[in-house]
């Protein structure tokens, strides 16, 4: 039997960061995960393969749409979806094995299975028990349907099944306005495809800035994705290669059909525990199944932490890494820290949405005094050069400290730029510090300080 002092349950983004921040501390480290490979669901079939998708269909969008206006004649390319998908999954591989590399470089071993926790300090694999002075549950989350919705992965499929379909579909209906139903309902409508996205609803990316929502809603409307929006979907119908959705619109009750080749359900997400025993260890889970911390990743039960999807918050691959690096350092006596207030979120459409801090919605309802500074990319010669000039930075900030209190950009390479704010929020920086850094020219980020700019004296650019 294998001693341990941290044994890391499940490999993904928490799991796999977790296991190498606590063997870089000097703690033998073992990590158990049941796939084929490391990463979890964010480089198998997550992050990774969908950021893969996007840009290989982006960059078809631009063969299709800018090029010949900047001279570049010629037929635009044709698409060879196994080639695709084969690219995808080449990018997979790389990432996963990158993964190993780093297990073995960290002297991490890989426990190969499923694991599970017979008594607090001990972790089964197969037919073989670990003993483990702590344990972290990294186990993540699956995919959460509707009640009545039955997924095959063929003609109604989860995000999983759309990353790896046969064919490209004719018509596609993605079920919910999320993240995960945007990203990959542009890939398929870049694709040609007909995307219907139908949101219970009455706005997109609900928890998003309301002005982003309404723009980043009539930018994707003019690409050529369709709404449905305040709809209630009462069941999906399988049938050999087609599927029909049935929903109520709340506004009138009155009921309607629609069908298509595939139907993505992309209602969301739930954390995945099963098979760990936690339970009957004792270990307290929320009403919604989530693991309970306190505030320093601890379950309930001594010497077993938690992190990631499998915890409550924002469902993001980098929450779980910084709590897993914040876990292994609060094992290892140190003090890790997570700041939930500055955790930037990113849509990678095109253009791309992000946003960090507190929405205008949120100050409001907080009766927080703010001042807004907003600045549209059509200022920015870069953006106008590279035909990205729709969107906009917008920056809160305290109306009388002047401190940043969110962002939220909707524009080229907005997930890049989001991160200057966030690292002046940590910094606790007010606009005006923003503002008074120089920004080389010409770069999308000069968006960034003229919305800065635009929250004291005015931007330069408007
Ligand atoms: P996971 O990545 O889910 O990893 C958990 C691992 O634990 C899995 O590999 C599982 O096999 C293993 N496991 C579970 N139980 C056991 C057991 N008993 N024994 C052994 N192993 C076990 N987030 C972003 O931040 N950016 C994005 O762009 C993004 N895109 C996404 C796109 C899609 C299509 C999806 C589905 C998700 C996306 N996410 C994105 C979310 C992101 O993937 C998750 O937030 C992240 O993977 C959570 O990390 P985790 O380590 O908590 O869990």
Same mark, same amino acid.
């Given at each position: 039997?294998?001693?341990?002092?941290? @044994?890391?349950?499940?490999?993904?983004?928490?799991? $796999?960061?977790?296991? @190498?921040?606590?063997?870089?501390?000097?703690?033998?480290? +073992?990590?158990?995960?049941?796939?084929?490979?490391?990463?979890?669901?964010? %480089?198998?079939?997550?992050?990774?393969?969908?950021?893969?998708?996007?840009?290989?269909?982006?960059?078809?969008?631009?063969?299709?749409?800018?090029?010949?206006?900047?001279?570049?004649? =010629?037929?635009?390319?044709?698409?060879?979806?196994?080639?695709?998908?084969?690219?995808?999954?080449?990018?997979?591989?790389?990432?996963?094995?990158?993964?190993?590399? %780093?297990?073995?470089?960290?002297?991490?071993?890989?426990?190969? /299975?499923?694991?599970?926790?017979?008594?607090?300090?001990?972790?089964?694999?197969?037919?073989?028990?670990?003993? #483990?002075?702590?344990?972290?549950?990294?186990?993540? !989350?699956?995919?959460?349907?509707?009640?009545?919705?039955?997924?095959?992965?063929?003609?109604?499929v989860?995000?999983?099944?759309a *990353? !790896?379909?046969?064919?490209?579909?004719?018509?596609m209906?993605v079920?919910?306005?999320?993240? @995960?139903?945007?990203?990959m309902?542009?890939?398929?409508?870049?694709? =040609?495809?007909?995307?219907?996205?139908?949101?219970?609803?009455?706005?997109?990316?609900?928890?998003?800035?309301?002005?982003?929502?309404?723009?980043?809603?009539?930018?994707?409307?003019?690409?050529?994705?369709?709404?449905?929006?305040?709809?209630?979907?009462?069941?999906?119908?399988?049938?050999?290669?087609?599927?029909?959705?049935?929903?109520?619109?709340?506004?009138?009750?009155?009921?309607?059909?629609?069908?298509?080749?595939?139907v993505l359900v992309a209602?969301?997400?739930?954390?995945?525990?099963?098979?760990?025993?936690?339970?009957?260890?004792?270990?307290?889970?929320?009403?919604?199944?989530?693991?309970?911390?306190?505030?320093?990743?601890?379950?309930?039960?001594?010497?077993?932490?938690?992190?990631?999807?499998?915890?409550?918050?924002?469902?993001?691959?980098?929450?779980?890494?910084?709590?897993?690096?914040?876990?292994?350092?609060?094992?290892?006596?140190?003090?890790?820290?997570?700041?939930?207030?500055? @955790?930037?979120?990113?849509?990678?459409?095109?253009?791309?949405?992000?946003?960090?801090?507190?929405?205008?919605?949120?100050?409001?309802?907080?009766?927080?005094? $703010?001042?807004?500074?907003?600045?549209?990319?059509?200022?920015?010669?870069?953006?106008? #050069?590279?035909?990205?000039?729709? /969107?906009?930075?917008?920056?809160?900030?305290?109306?009388?400290?002047?401190?940043?209190?969110?962002?939220?950009?909707?524009?080229?390479? +907005?997930?890049?730029?989001?991160?200057?704010?966030?690292?002046?929020?940590?910094?606790?920086?007010?606009?005006?510090?923003?503002?008074?850094?120089?920004? +080389?020219?010409?770069?999308? !980020?000069?968006?960034?300080?003229?919305?800065? *700019?635009?929250?004291?004296?005015?931007?330069?650019?408007?």
């Open positions: 039997m294998a001693q341990y002092d941290v @044994i890391v349950i499940g490999a993904g983004p928490g799991g $796999y960061v977790a296991a @190498i921040r606590c063997a870089q501390l000097g703690l033998k480290t +073992a990590c158990v995960e049941g796939r084929e490979t490391l990463g979890g669901t964010c %480089l198998n079939v997550g992050c990774i393969p969908s950021k893969a998708l996007l840009h290989a269909t982006h960059q078809l969008h631009e063969a299709e749409h800018n090029f010949a206006k900047m001279g570049l004649k =010629g037929k635009s390319p044709s698409v060879d979806w196994p080639q695709m998908q084969a690219y995808k999954t080449d990018v997979i591989d790389g990432n996963t094995k990158g993964i190993e590399f %780093l297990f073995k470089k960290n002297k991490i071993d890989w426990l190969k /299975g499923w694991g599970s926790i017979p008594a607090a300090g001990k972790v089964k694999v197969g037919d073989e028990v670990h003993e #483990a002075k702590n344990i972290i549950v990294a186990t993540g !989350s699956e995919v959460a349907t509707l009640p009545g919705v039955e997924i095959d992965e063929e003609t109604v989860s995000s999983t099944g *990353l !790896s379909l046969k064919k490209i579909p004719k018509k209906i079920i919910g306005a999320g993240v @995960i139903g945007l990203e309902g542009s890939v398929y409508s870049r694709l =040609g495809a007909e995307v219907t996205v139908i949101e219970y609803l009455d706005t997109i990316t609900p928890t998003m800035d309301g002005e982003v929502q309404k723009t980043f809603q009539r930018i994707l409307k003019k690409q050529g994705l369709n709404f449905i929006l305040g709809a209630a979907v009462q069941g999906v119908e399988a049938m050999k290669t087609k599927a029909k959705v049935t929903y109520k619109l709340k506004k009138d009750d009155s009921e309607h059909t629609a069908d298509a080749d595939v209602t969301g997400r739930k954390p995945y525990t099963d098979g760990l025993g936690l339970e009957a260890l004792g270990v307290e889970l929320t009403d919604r199944g989530f693991v309970k911390t306190d505030g320093h990743w601890k379950t309930s039960v001594d010497g077993i932490y938690a992190i990631g999807d499998a915890i409550e918050g924002p469902m993001l691959a980098h929450k779980a890494e910084d709590e897993g690096m914040a876990a292994a350092e609060v094992i290892a006596g140190k003090a890790g820290h997570v700041n939930y207030g500055v @955790i930037p979120s990113v849509i990678y459409t095109s253009p791309e949405v992000s946003s960090v801090g507190k929405t205008e919605e949120e100050l409001k309802k907080e009766g927080v005094d $703010y001042k807004v500074g907003k600045f549209s990319f059509m200022g920015n010669g870069r953006a106008k #050069a590279n035909f990205a000039a729709d /969107g906009f930075v917008k920056l809160l900030a305290d109306k009388k400290t002047d401190r940043i209190l969110g962002a939220h950009i909707i524009g080229p390479m +907005a997930g890049d730029l989001i991160h200057e704010v966030c690292v002046a929020m940590e910094f606790g920086a007010s606009a005006e510090d923003l503002a008074l850094t120089c920004h +080389a020219h010409p770069t999308y !980020s000069e968006a960034v300080r003229e919305a800065a *700019l635009a929250c004291g004296d005015g931007p330069i650019h408007s």
